[in-house]
């Protein structure tokens, strides 16, 4: 029987390295000179420091830009509110969402579900999901009807097995 299973991953190797790079942009560019701004890669989150508001929303859109050039998707990424920090400087967080959680493993077999596909059949195992169904056809289906929907996070599809 085929199955495949659908994940959400992050490469932060490559997260790393737009950070890597943003902070060296940060470090030359004229209009980020004296103001401190840098990019912290940490545990399943980064942390953008500058000593305004303006550098620090600047900073994020340089950030932005070099995750999409590394062709990792902004979706991963959840922001968090701009803080205060010491002397006047501006903190802010971003976590990086990996896996599917409940919620979106809901909406993922609800989804699948009203395909009508026959025989389709999709489980929930941690933070993946297994489809599987009688004919290879039915499963590239499903695939192609992911791909064009939007569930907010980013969709990669694995283990393909006839």
């Known amino acids: 029987m085929p199955t495949f299973d659908i994940v959400s991953e992050v490469d932060l ?16 560019r004229f209009d980020f ?8 890669f940490g545990d399943k989150e980064l942390v953008l ?3 305004t508001e303006d550098r620090l929303r600047a900073l994020h859109q340089v950030l932005q ?8 998707s902004l979706k991963a990424f959840e922001d968090g509110r701009i803080e205060e920090a010491s002397k006047g400087a501006a903190r802010q967080r971003i976590s990086i969402r990996a896996g599917i959680d409940q919620e979106h493993a809901k909406g993922l077999n609800r989804f699948i579900k009203e395909l009508g596909l026959k025989g389709v059949a999709s489980q929930a195992q941690g933070d993946q999901l297994r489809v599987t169904g009688k004919k290879r056809d039915d499963l590239q289906a499903v695939i192609a009807a992911c791909k064009t929907h939007d569930f907010g996070i980013p969709l990669q599809f694995t283990n393909f097995r006839d």
Do not use: G, Y
């Open 13 to 28: 190797q490559e997260v790393r390295n737009a950070v890597d790079q943003t902070n060296r942009e940060a470090a030359t």
């Open 33 to 40: 000179k004296n103001t401190d701004s840098q990019v912290e």
């Open 49 to 51: 420091q500058s000593s």
């Open 65 to 72: 830009e070099k995750l999409v050039k590394r062709q990792v």
